[in-house]
């Protein structure tokens, strides 16, 4: 099946500083998506992604769709302690399944 | 409304024993599915359904039941409980145009001795 390297799988950083995260795939996807999950409650969308090229914002979030529909990234900027938690990246090819990402567990020093 | 709720919040089971998952959404969603999630690997896609009396295989279908006799609820069966169906379950909705952007319930977690 479609596989996505979600990278890295984990980033400690201080509070303040951006983050940048990415997933690739060997497959084009239609569409990416980027989830965050915290402890004991089910991953919720932050940013959807429908068009290569697409670069589209949710507060200190950015997310853009790769133009080769292989890869997405994601940047948070001066990040905070609520930014914790697991993201993950998901993509939408052919049929009606998503494929998710292994996640990148991001924790914040204040 | 509630969103998707999902019970039991936590289950222990014994190999052999059967179970079913159950959850339900009140937004009028076409599209259900069920996701298993291990450390390390993400979600993987068990079922879906596109709509009540529809539903298909996703990525890791062996060892689970699902049906849809309506557009609320979409249950997940275990017939006979192993230890590596142990996981967190997290069912999820969403407007079947859409179904891309799906809403996840707060899951499920199955321990399977």
């Known amino acids: 099946g479609q596989q996505l390297n979600q990278s890295p799988q984990s980033m400690f950083i201080q509070e303040g500083e951006d983050v940048s995260m990415n997933c690739t795939s060997s497959?084009?996807?239609?569409?990416w998506l980027w989830y965050k999950q915290e402890p004991g409650e089910g991953p919720v969308l932050l940013i959807a992604?429908?068009?290569?090229?697409e670069l589209t914002s949710n507060g200190r979030l950015t997310a853009q769709f790769g133009i080769t529909r292989k890869d997405s990234f994601l940047n948070i900027s001066a990040s905070i302690p609520s930014d914790v938690g697991i993201y993950f990246c998901?993509?939408?090819?052919?049929?009606?399944?998503?494929?998710f990402g292994g996640g990148t567990r991001l924790m914040v020093k204040p | 409304n509630a969103g998707v709720t999902q019970t039991p919040k936590f289950q222990v089971l014994k190999t052999g024993q059967s179970m079913t998952l159950q959850c339900a959404q009140d937004m009028n969603h076409e599209y259900m599915s069920w996701y298993r999630q291990d450390p390390g690997m993400g979600l993987r896609l068990i079922h879906y359904?596109?709509?009540?009396?529809?539903?298909d295989q996703g990525e890791v279908p062996n060892g689970y039941n699902v049906s849809r006799s309506t557009t609320e609820d979409f249950p997940l069966r275990l017939l006979s409980a192993a230890p590596s169906q142990t996981s967190v379950y997290f069912c999820a909705s969403a407007i079947g145009a859409i179904y891309n952007e799906q809403f996840f319930g707060p899951g499920t977690r199955l321990t399977v001795l």
């Open positions: 359904s596109v709509g009540a009396g529809i539903t």
């Open positions: 992604l429908y068009k290569a090229g």
């Open positions: 497959s084009i996807f239609n569409t």
């Open positions: 998901a993509g939408h090819g052919a049929g009606n399944m998503l494929t």
